[in-house]
């Protein structure tokens, strides 16, 4: 079973700061992974995924991921967060099995960006 | 060019009574997905169909809620007699027909159910 840890529960950072949140996956093999990120009240939008090839993945609103296949990571960069940024990210594993994606979620990251 | 379309937003039960959200895929897509989350929790799978076949309702409670994904029209979730730890947000989601093995999913807004 495909399972996903997302260790930091809640993270604040100050407006231009750096910003990293971890993730943990276990899957046997290459699994596919991705982020979401949840705005209050709202959907989950794609922020960027991994299936294969350059283990840096580039995203949108200047997200970048990095997939460490020896520490089964996929940790979610951004070197200057804005305000706008503030959101509940989720990591995501999955893999294609029977004809469809099996996508399992982490609990989330709730970062709260202050001025 | 919607997006996945889920009504009702928001939605008030009282207990014993039932919840039907309903879900429209994006267009062309035929795979539908719901998820649950609950308060602090991340989104937990819970029923994958497509056209009028469940594929795999491994995360659906054994009673009172059940799923569908009629030839015309929306996907439902159905809950019956609801109770309090029913309420939740439940996406849906939805991702394109056979052969995209890489695609990622496309969730709609969300449902917010209360049960009083």
Redesign the interface.
């Known amino acids: 079973a495909q399972s996903v840890t997302?260790p930091d529960i809640h993270i604040t950072v100050s407006e231009g700061a750096s910003l990293e949140l971890r993730c943990n996956y276990s899957y046997g093999a290459t699994p596919?992974l991705?982020w979401?990120v949840q705005s209050p009240?709202?959907?989950?939008?794609?922020l960027l995924?991994y299936?294969s090839g350059d283990t840096l993945v580039q995203g949108i609103k200047g997200f970048e991921a990095e997939f460490k296949r020896s520490q089964s990571s996929f940790n979610l960069r951004k070197p200057s967060v804005h305000w706008s940024d503030a959101a509940e990210y989720?990591c995501a594993v999955g893999h294609?099995s029977?004809?469809?994606?099996?996508?399992?979620?982490?609990?989330?990251t709730k970062l709260q960006v202050i001025p | 060019n919607a997006g996945?379309m889920q009504n009702p937003r928001h939605l008030v039960r009282r207990r014993g009574q039932e919840a039907r959200l309903r879900c429209s895929p994006m267009k062309g897509h035929s795979?539908v997905?719901w998820?649950r989350q609950l308060p602090e929790?991340?989104?937990?799978?819970m029923v994958?169909l497509q056209k009028e076949n469940i594929?795999?309702e491994s995360g659906m409670p054994k009673e009172r809620f059940s799923a569908e994904f009629p030839k015309e029209g929306p996907s439902i979730l159905r809950i019956q007699q609801v109770v309090r730890g029913d309420s939740a947000a439940y996406?849906c989601?939805s991702?394109p027909s056979?052969g995209e093995?890489?695609?990622?999913?496309?969730?709609?807004?969300?449902s917010r159910l209360t049960v009083l």
Not at chain 1, 41 to 46: K, R
């Open positions: 997302q596919y991705f979401y009240g709202q959907g989950l939008q794609l995924k299936f989720f294609y029977g004809g469809y994606q099996k996508v399992t979620f982490g609990t989330g | 996945v795979h997905y998820y929790e991340g989104l937990k799978f994958y594929i795999d996406f989601a991702s056979g093995r890489t695609g990622e999913l496309f969730f709609g807004e969300g």
